[in-house]
């Protein structure tokens, strides 16, 4: 026998006859089985199991429990039932689309010896109507993955994985109690071989309001992922270690930061100890903002004073000033809504357009409010297009009667948007979105400090301190109270010059910027997350702008005229060595290229 089957399922009486039938429509050319393990419903989920199997009793076999066992107890005596080589999952709520699934990944493991999993893309569907159906992995999604890339996130959905049965002869105590247990599972599988990716959408993930994991929180999803890791902490090879250590402070420090700011003070303290200790017995050094949050957790109302007057003594703001301002916005504070404002420039730019807006739409698990500045389209379908998204409530249009360009639009908008919504992020409309936690991934990182002003794509360019470089315009998510205290983007540089600029006068307050790109990532693309396209937008948005054309481009530009504009003679002169020292090395590296 070649592929065993396995589906599990609990109270699932809608849709675990689809779920069957899915599989009993496969057609290969080599015999297989499907083991079901029943986990005592209370509902007519096992009549209908059991239906199936008297009906296909050579091709299915049913387990039955006396009591629940639980989704991990189930699952492990349900595939440790399985007799074939390979075995294939599928979950009771979610079901396979097309018939030669099975006969493709089992043709696959058998070209690619060195796999010990394949799986393939998934469309997520909704239940309730409230997106549109979409793919479940990216565009960049690699043909051959390895463990390294598994730690860093699940990519393989259920319903699509199939393995090398007896790669893991005892199932460790802790697999047991983890909520994730099919990452779990992939991890451990891919100690033994590589993950090999079909770009095939061959089955339906659906999302509905009775899903285990669709119904915890953002933080009990992240405490589960963390749970994994100090699992595998001890039980992987210590060549892991390290990436797992950095993931589980990581991941420490987010949650003590959302439970503080939840006001849930027992979870921020219990996470903020974790990050403590861990940080210390792994070898590595505390940072200012370590103690910093540390101190905002377990002494806030004595703390946050502190911390503000040191950090306004270096911009020389009047101390006590701030702090009464502070005091005083207590009420207006309660009043900011855990909302993000999105603002998107385009002009004439209709693919793109309704690319973007289509994944905010369908991938924004975050309240937003868009706001689509128009730079005087004169495309008829583009006008069309803006005036049906415009019928939605989330959604607003900014309707120019002349091209502005970008950041002059930009500006516009953000005198419009609602002050109250907590973060804003500004978009070009060539962009793709991969994640339906985009937004949350944003504010994981704004929210790692209270000084971090606004984060996006890092731009690293030389002689640019204190920071080495700024944000790229094409993403760029703010706190929206930066506005008050910064001000607008400058118009008098174009393009990327306006947020260098707008860096500048970032540090100059006394805030700083942070990159949302991980290790590893490409320029102009956060893996996973979300993906700019290039060119597009400037291309579309600059023509017939109402701009002379020596304002497009400053080919004299300097970032450290910047650094002078704006009073920051110590960095312009650092600077200045720094350019120096650059050409220096560049003409020895010259002269010795001369010589060899």
Not at 52 to 71: A, E, K, M, T, W
Not at 347 to 364: A, G, H, P, V, W
Not at 409 to 424: E, F, H, P, S, V
Request: aromatic fraction near 14%; hydrophobic fraction near 35%; include cysteine.
């Amino acid at each position: 026998m070649k592929v065993s089957v396995v589906i599990i399922t609990y109270n699932q009486e809608k849709f675990i006859a689809q779920a069957i039938e899915s599989a009993l429509m496969q057609k290969t050319d080599f015999s297989h089985e499907i083991v079901i393990g029943e986990d005592c419903s209370i509902d007519s989920t096992r009549d209908i199991v059991i239906g199936f199997q008297r009906r296909y009793p050579h091709r299915i076999r049913v387990l039955l429990s006396q009591n629940n066992l639980g989704p991990q107890h189930n699952f492990i005596r349900t595939l440790q039932a399985c007799r074939a080589q390979y075995v294939a999952l599928l979950e009771g709520d979610d079901y396979w689309t097309r018939p030669y699934k099975l006969q493709k990944q089992s043709d696959f493991l058998d070209s690619h010896r060195d796999c010990a999993t394949c799986f393939h893309n998934v469309t997520r569907i909704y239940e309730d109507g409230s997106h549109e159906p979409h793919d479940f992995n990216s565009p960049e999604q690699k043909e051959i993955s390895t463990i390294e890339d598994l730690l860093d996130g699940n990519f393989i959905h259920t319903c699509s994985a199939m393995f090398r049965r007896g790669l893991i002869v005892r199932f460790p105590d802790w697999f047991y109690r983890v909520k994730m247990g099919d990452w779990s599972l992939h991890i451990l599988n891919a100690q033994y071989g590589n993950v090999g990716y079909i770009n095939e959408a061959m089955a339906n993930y659906r999302v509905h309001d009775k899903g285990i994991w669709m119904g915890l929180s953002w933080p009990k999803k992240y405490e589960a992922k963390l749970d994994v890791y100090r699992h595998l902490e001890t039980h992987l090879n210590a060549r892991h270690k390290s990436f797992i250590v950095t993931n589980l402070l990581h991941g420490y420090h987010n949650l003590a930061l959302t439970y503080r700011d939840s006001g849930n003070i027992a979870k921020a303290r219990k996470y903020i100890r974790l990050y403590l200790i861990k940080t210390i017995f792994s070898g590595r050094m505390l940072k200012r903002k370590d103690l910093k949050l540390f101190a905002t957790i377990y002494y806030p109302k004595l703390s946050k004073p502190i911390w503000t007057i040191a950090r306004h003594k270096r911009v020389g703001e009047n101390c006590g000033w701030w702090i009464n301002k502070k005091a005083n916005l207590s009420q207006k504070q309660m009043a900011v809504t855990n909302k993000v404002n999105i603002i998107i420039i385009t002009r004439n730019n209709l693919e793109c357009l309704t690319k973007s807006t289509t994944d905010i739409y369908q991938k924004t698990d975050f309240p937003f409010e868009l706001i689509v500045v128009d730079n005087s389209s004169d495309i008829p379908e583009v006008i069309s297009y803006l005036k049906r998204i415009e019928r939605r409530n989330d959604t607003r249009i900014l309707w120019l009667p002349k091209n502005l360009f970008y950041f002059p639009a930009i500006n516009l908008a953000l005198k419009i948007i609602d002050r109250n919504n907590r973060y804003t992020l500004i978009l070009n409309d060539d962009v793709e979105i991969y994640d339906d936690q985009w937004i949350q991934y944003f504010i994981s990182i704004i929210e790692r400090e209270e000084n971090i002003a606004y984060v996006g794509d890092f731009m690293k360019r030389l002689f640019c301190p204190p920071l080495g470089g700024w944000i790229d315009g094409w993403c760029m998510f703010f706190r929206t109270e930066i506005f008050g205290k910064v001000g607008f983007f400058s118009e008098k540089y174009i393009w990327w010059y306006g947020p260098a600029d707008y860096a500048v006068r970032t540090i100059k307050v006394g805030y700083d910027i942070e990159d949302i790109k991980r290790q590893g990532d490409r320029n102009n693309h956060v893996n996973g997350i979300i993906k700019h396209l290039g060119g597009r937008t400037f291309n579309t948005v600059s023509k017939d702008a109402s701009l002379p054309l020596d304002k497009m481009f400053v080919p004299d530009f300097k970032f450290e005229d910047l650094l002078f504009e704006h009073g920051l003679y110590k960095y312009y002169i650092i600077s200045k060595l720094q350019r120096v020292y650059s050409k220096i090395n560049m003409l020895r590296s010259y002269e010795l290229d001369q010589k060899t």
